[in-house]
């Protein structure tokens, strides 16, 4: 006999847990006995061989422990969010950034979400071989999402200057360019330049260029002397565009398929750099309540050359003004990359209605700039060669009446378009959805079938 078979006829380790606690409504009497019960868990999972090398009855049996775990942190959540917060935030008096929150959940409650250590070992995982417990993040954050006062305290302290942008704010007031590897950010006269640079990746967005983009934003919006931004993609090396520039090819669908790309990156980059494009920065004294009118914001002008793919079409439903070259287009392939666009889902109704927006979304509809479903998302179509001056004449065109007018009637648009509360209701979704599509079987799949990313390496 085999000894895959030998296994397949042991006692499935799922049945040597016991049952799950029931949550007491006590905070730390339930913390300590739904910790040893993950403990548990964690022991007969790790009597299994790793993912790849199970067979279909040890696959089951991992599937049944990493459920009823799963489900017993669900249980817990439901007791204890809200005192599970306010206990890592000190009662709501401190700001911490959910990349950080997180860890120190882990910390707080062993077993609730993964520990840093328990994420190093699936980082080295190609996204098929990993057991999926980043699921327990989406599951997390979306339980927070569903207590509004929290989600707003985490949204403020994603909103906060990174303080890599702090450390490097004098440099660039300075020197008036900051570059940050794979994003620059350079001001000329009142306008600042951020420019994507991953050119390998045709501009795709990853955990590389997550800190760098975020940092530029910020160092755009705290600059004084700065009065208009704009986001631009820099010249691709691919023989198909011969150098032009190219704004982006959404995420790093490679990065992705070898398991490069963490769940956090979807949350982090929306509540982040995203967020802080569409509604500003603020201070810990100032809450980004917008009927106060708090934080920094500035207009925003999106550059959109050869295309703008998955989150670098999300990037353009936040922006004030988008100008395209006549043969650009813009693509939302979610489906064939087994993942929710960001906030599309949300945002691109307002533009080009309900119909369309599932045609993108589920059909993957290319919709070229210049085409009159493009336009309802494009400010204006400019020739090929000849962006540089139309980003100069726009952005003269918006700061001839002061910027001041312009600020205000992007935040009176905000405020009926999506205010703060409608972006936590949809994020109590998105946080768990996209979880469940980060780990599913089927994004490798797509990703195999639509990408042929099995074929393609990682370059180092």
């Known amino acids: 006999m085999t000894a895959a078979a030998t296994r397949a006829v042991g006692p499935a380790p799922a049945g040597q847990l016991a049952d799950a606690p029931a949550p007491t409504g006590r905070f730390a009497d339930d913390a300590a006995a739904f910790g040893a019960y993950w403990q548990s868990a964690e022991a007969s999972l790790a009597q299994l061989p790793a993912k790849p090398k199970r067979n279909a009855a040890e696959a089951r049996a991992a599937a049944a422990i990493l459920d009823a775990a799963r489900d017993a ?3 817990f959540l439901e007791a204890h969010a809200e005192t599970l917060y306010r206990r890592l935030t000190g009662e709501l008096s401190r700001y911490v ?4 929150l997180i860890f120190d959940a882990a910390a707080l409650v062993p077993g609730l979400v993964p520990s840093r250590a328990a994420l190093a070992r699936e980082a080295a995982l190609k996204q098929a071989d990993k057991d999926g417990i980043e699921l327990d993040q989406g599951l997390f954050v979306a339980r927070l999402m569903r207590h509004e006062a929290l989600a707003q305290h985490l949204c403020h302290a994603m909103m906060l200057p990174l303080p890599e942008s702090r450390e490097r704010l004098a440099a660039f007031q300075r020197t008036g360019a900051a570059d940050l590897g794979k994003a620059t950010v350079e001001r000329s006269g009142a306008v600042s330049t951020v420019t994507i640079r991953n050119p390998e990746a045709l501009n795709a967005e990853d955990a590389t260029t997550m800190t760098p983009l975020e940092i530029a ?3 755009a919006l705290l600059d004084p002397a700065t009065k208009i931004c704009v986001l631009r993609g820099g010249p691709v090396p691919h023989a198909k565009y011969g150098g032009r520039r190219a704004f982006g090819a959404g995420i790093n669908l490679t990065h992705l398929y070898w398991g490069k790309v963490p769940y956090l990156f979807y949350l982090v980059r929306d509540l982040g750099m995203l967020n802080k494009i569409y509604r500003g920065i603020t201070r810990p004294q100032d809450p980004p309540d917008e009927t106060l009118g708090l934080g920094t914001e500035k207009l925003w002008i999106a550059a959109v050359e050869s295309f703008a793919i998955g989150g670098h079409c999300q ?3 936040v922006m004030d003004y988008v100008l395209a070259a006549e043969d650009a287009y ?5 489906r064939k990359e087994g993942i929710i666009p960001g906030m599309a889902n949300m945002r691109l109704p307002r533009f080009v209605g309900d119909r369309l927006t599932r045609q993108a979304i589920m059909y993957e509809k290319r919709i070229d700039c210049a085409s009159p479903e493009g336009r ?7 020739p090929a060669g000849t962006m540089d001056a139309a980003i100069e004449r726009v952005a003269h065109g918006l700061t001839n009446s002061g910027v001041v007018n312009a600020a205000a009637n992007r935040r009176a ?3 009926i378009d999506e205010p703060l509360s409608a972006m936590i209701r949809y994020l109590s979704v ?3 959805e996209q979880a469940y599509c980060h780990t599913s079987p089927a994004l490798v799949a797509n990703l195999e079938r639509y990408w042929n990313a099995h074929q393609r390496q990682v370059k180092a």
């Not at 950034?97 to 950080?100: A, F, I």
């Not at 309802?376 to 400019?382: G, R, S, Y």
Request: charged share 30%.
């Open 330 to 334: 813009m693509t939302l392939p979610a």
């Open 315 to 317: 990037l353009l439903l």
């Open 413 to 415: 648009f905000r405020i």
């Open 376 to 382: 309802m998302i494009c400010d204006e179509i400019v």
């Open 97 to 100: 950034r959910l990349e950080e």
């Open 430 to 432: 998105y946080a768990r």
């Open 217 to 219: 934003v910020d160092l």
């Open 73 to 75: 942190r669900v249980a």
